[in-house]
């Protein structure tokens, strides 16, 4: 036992030695029994010097021995950040790319080769070594949502096969670093576009009634026909990207919720979503279900047609975009909200068919709201019949904080802390934003 306790002793003491010098010395790295290790390592720790002085703090607050502190550093090459691939499902790993491979692709993350940035970290364009184009979003470590947005992304988009649905190429989880790889989008959003005063007249009418549909059987395949039943909970205009033919795809799953079996609804404590688009039984209770979708589908429908966001606006008397519709409706002033890029050159009878559809979309009661197989339905069976619309579910109500409503401004709360009701309701806290676009 004291043999054993004096071999320790000195083996201890020796690691203090090799510690405490800039490199170790050979012929103590012989003594202590271990010169073909120190030997390698030895072209190693000449590189780390300069950052095990750095690294050199008194950790004994933590309860860590000074010269376990050592050991540590010397094991800190492994860069695979174990804990966020440990949730991935086997059948995921094959995505991953290496952190060189995206480096070189996109030209080292230079500012040149940004094209966008929010909330989540940047996106940047780049070609892969097969010559294909990609857009990688590198996720902000500072925003706690970044890890739960690859997962779900991850997790999500592969399983997916649908022309009107974004498609991920791969993913890259090192540590200090996470980022997505998507295929790029020459055109950007449909945000880019619409709410652009120079860029909306090149969406004629016959272009936006294509994007529409698009849109909603993308929705209807998510809703009803892939794998997974999954509710987007966030669709909006910046999150619909447009490709070299302006073809849509939904993009943004990283707070998208996973239905199981055939059960079309839930609740939960998490609220996250966009003001302006997210439904307000999702908002006050928790509550969210395909019309959650389908709600944000119809108030996307009517910016299309208006190429106005749903915020509150002085030129339309303090209302929102769907309060505005209603009254024009119920006025017979509808032609006032179309667009005027397009109000000269489009079938009246389809734009006003689809501001129906928008309005039916928007209802208070979820339960109104038509299921996107129907909407599918309506959109290309103009022989059949719509029911009249009822009330919207309109937010009669002003920020009474630091609320912004710019189009991109999402909300991220626990449902407890927001107080109101639809249609007179005011929220107590301003809301932050949970996530960015990738263009």
């Known amino acids: 036992m004291y043999v054993f306790k004096f071999l320790w002793w000195l083996k201890i003491n020796n690691l203090k030695s090799l510690y405490s ?9 012989y003594k202590s029994g271990l010169s073909d290790k120190f ?9 780390e010097r300069t950052y095990l002085q750095k690294k050199k703090t008194d950790t004994s607050a933590m309860g860590i021995k000074k010269e376990n502190t050592y050991l540590f550093l010397v094991k800190r090459k492994k860069k695979t950040d174990t804990s966020a691939i440990n949730k991935l499902n086997g059948s995921d790993i094959h995505l991953q790319i290496d952190f060189e491979t995206i480096r070189v692709a996109i030209g080292g993350f230079s500012d040149e080769n940004k094209i966008g940035e929010g909330g989540f970290g940047a996106v940047y364009k780049g070609s892969l070594p ?74 004629d009418w016959d272009r936006r009634f294509k994007i529409i549909g698009g849109i909603a059987r993308g929705l209807l395949y998510l809703h009803e026909d892939s794998r997974l ?9 910046s999150n619909i990207l447009l490709d070299a033919n ?14 199981e079996g055939d059960e079309t609804s839930g609740i939960t404590d998490r609220i996250a979503g966009t003001y302006g688009y997210v439904a307000p039984e999702f908002v006050m209770y928790g ?44 006025d017979g002033t509808i032609s006032e909200i179309i667009d005027s890029s397009i109000s000269e050159h489009c079938s009246r009878s389809e734009v006003v068919r689809c ?69 007179k309701a005011s929220f107590t806290e301003s809301f932050t934003t949970v996530h960015a676009t990738l263009y």
């Open 355 to 423: 501001i129906h559809i928008g309005l039916l979309c928007v209802q208070e009661d979820a339960t109104s709201r038509p299921f996107m197989s129907s909407v599918v339905m309506m959109l290309t069976s103009f022989s059949l019949a719509l029911p009249a619309p009822s009330t919207p579910a309109v937010y009669n109500m002003k920020p009474t904080s630091q609320v912004s409503l710019e189009e991109n401004h999402s909300v991220s709360s626990s449902r407890n802390s927001l107080v109101g009701s639809i249609n």
């Open 229 to 237: 039943r999954i509710i987007h909970c966030d669709l909006k205009a």
């Open 130 to 203: 097969d010559g294909k184009e990609i857009a990688v979003k590198r996720l902000s470590m500072s925003s706690g949502q970044g890890q739960h947005e690859l997962l779900k992304e991850v997790e999500i988009i592969p399983k997916l096969q649908h022309r009107n649905l974004v498609q991920l190429y791969g993913y890259c989880v090192e540590v200090g670093e996470k980022m997505l790889v998507y295929e790029y989008f020459p055109n950007g959003s449909l945000a880019h576009f619409l709410f652009d005063r120079d860029k909306r007249p090149s969406l």
């Open 246 to 259: 302006m073809i849509p795809k939904i993009s943004d799953f990283g707070i998208a919720k996973i239905i």
């Open 287 to 330: 509550q969210f279900s395909v019309k959650s979708d389908v709600y944000s589908f119809g108030v996307l429908l009517l910016e299309i047609i208006s190429g106005q966001k749903n915020a509150f606006k002085s030129d339309r008397g303090g209302d929102t975009l769907i309060s505005y519709v209603w009254k024009a409706w119920n």
């Open 21 to 29: 010098s800039p490199v170790p010395d050979a012929s103590i790295a």
């Open 39 to 47: 030997r390698k390592k030895r072209s190693y720790l000449q590189k």
